[in-house]
C-alpha cells in the first residue's frame, strides 16, 4: 500500500553532519505521520523523530538537539548534526496514518556509520 524508499545513510567522521531522506509512494491519505527510528546492533529500537501533517516535529528523548525532522508531503528528511560514534545504527523511516486499519509501514533501512 505505501512504500518507502531511504537515502543519504553512508560513513560520517565524528563531527560531520548527515542528511536522511525518505520518500512515499502509494496510497497517501493526506494527513500522516512520517519520522524516523534508529537501531543498533544489541539495542532495542528507538525514535529519533517524526512530524505529522501541519504539525511541528517531536523528537525522542536520545535526540540531544542533534536531530531535525522536516517534512513534504510525501517524503520525510532527518539532518543529524556534529554526529557521534554512538550515532551508528541502521534508520528506518516509517509513515503512520494513525487510522483503524492502516498499519504502520516501514522502510528497509539506511545504514549510517560513524568512524575516523
Known amino acids: 500500500q505505501v512504500q518507502l524508499v531511504e537515502s543519504g545513510g553512508g560513513l560520517v567522521q565524528p563531527g560531520g553532519s548527515l542528511r536522511l531522506s525518505c520518500t512515499a509512494s502509494g496510497s497517501i491519505y493526506g494527513v500522516n505521520d512520517m519520522g524516523w527510528y534508529r537501531q543498533a546492533p544489541g539495542r532495542e529500537r528507538e525514535l529519533v523523530g517524526f512530524?505529522?501533517?501541519?504539525?511541528a516535529p517531536e523528537y525522542g528523548p536520545s535526540a540531544e538537539g542533534r536531530f531535525s525532522v522536516s517534512r513534504e508531503k510525501k517524503a520525510a528528511f532527518l539532518q543529524i548534526e556534529n554526529v557521534k560514534p554512538e550515532d551508528t545504527a541502521v534508520y528506518y523511516c516509517?509513515?503512520?496514518?494513525?487510522?483503524?486499519?492502516?498499519?504502520?509501514?516501514w522502510g528497509q533501512g539506511t545504514q549510517v556509520t560513524v568512524s575516523s
Open positions: 512530524q505529522r501533517t501541519s504539525m
Open positions: 516509517y509513515y503512520d496514518q494513525r487510522m483503524k486499519g492502516i498499519p504502520r509501514y
